[in-house]
């Protein structure tokens, strides 16, 4: 259990919708960062917040936005769903300036159909 | 834009054998790290190397850095089925905030 927590887990939703996936980080991290896993691909990155503020920005198409809150726990937001956003989206806490290393949920697994 | 590229993007072997995964940058990289993912779950970090020229071993596997802070390789000696599954490098720049991750070798370990 690396202390990241994603819901849901699966979502299955039609072109055109709106979904949002929330992360709650590990206790006591501040930065949270979502990646997007196409099958069998590598990770791309697409956003990093550190306590409430835009860190740095990855290749995050216009129609996605995210936040973090007050509370830390922060919401990756999809709009206008293409048949090409079907992926696996993570998100990690950690990361610099504790020891660099990120920890992952498990996951939410978007379908687009 | 720095990019990783790993090779192979997939492996298959039996179980006893030995696999070296390459990861490659035109880049510079602060600190490499490598993840391993099972299915159904995050990655999970394996290993950081922070100095060029640096080896580290961690039980079957051993993980080098290149002397140019550009490049790197994961070795598994003696190969188990448990060892199987998608194996990322993660490569981060100076500002070190951000990790650009590589496209991943997926290793199949057959009994």
């Known amino acids: 259990d690396s202390g990241v927590t994603q819901t849901p887990k699966h979502l299955i939703t039609a072109t055109g919708q709106r979904v949002t996936l929330r992360c709650s980080p590990r206790?006591?991290?501040?930065?949270v960062y979502w990646y997007q896993q196409s099958l069998d691909q590598g990770l791309q990155f697409l956003i990093q917040?550190?306590?409430?503020?835009?860190?740095a920005k990855g290749n995050i198409l216009e129609r996605f936005s995210a936040q973090q809150f007050p509370d830390l726990h922060s919401e990756l937001n999809l709009s206008s769903l293409e048949l090409g956003d079907s992926a696996l989206y993570f998100c990690?806490?950690?990361?610099?300036?504790?020891?660099?290393?990120?920890?992952f949920g498990e996951g939410s697994r978007l379908t687009v159909l | 834009t720095q990019l990783l590229e790993q090779s192979p993007q997939f492996l298959s072997i039996q179980e006893g054998e030995n696999l070296t995964v390459y990861c490659n940058s035109s880049?510079?990289?602060?600190?490499l790290q490598w993840y391993r993912q099972e299915p159904g779950e995050g990655p999970v970090l394996l290993v950081t190397?922070?100095?060029?020229?640096e080896v580290k071993k961690l039980k079957r596997l051993t993980f080098q850095f290149g002397d140019a802070r550009k490049d790197s390789s994961l070795h598994i000696t003696a190969a188990q089925p448990g060892d199987t599954g998608l194996y990322l490098c993660?490569?981060?720049?100076?500002?070190?905030?951000?990790?650009?991750f590589g496209g991943g070798t997926r290793v199949l370990v057959k009994p």
């Open positions: 990690a806490s950690g990361g610099l300036p504790n020891t660099g290393e990120l920890f």
């Open positions: 206790s006591g991290d501040l930065s």
């Open positions: 917040y550190y306590n409430g503020e835009e860190r």
């Open positions: 880049s510079v990289f602060s600190s």
């Open positions: 190397v922070v100095t060029g020229g």
């Open positions: 993660a490569g981060a720049g100076a500002a070190g905030n951000k990790l650009t």
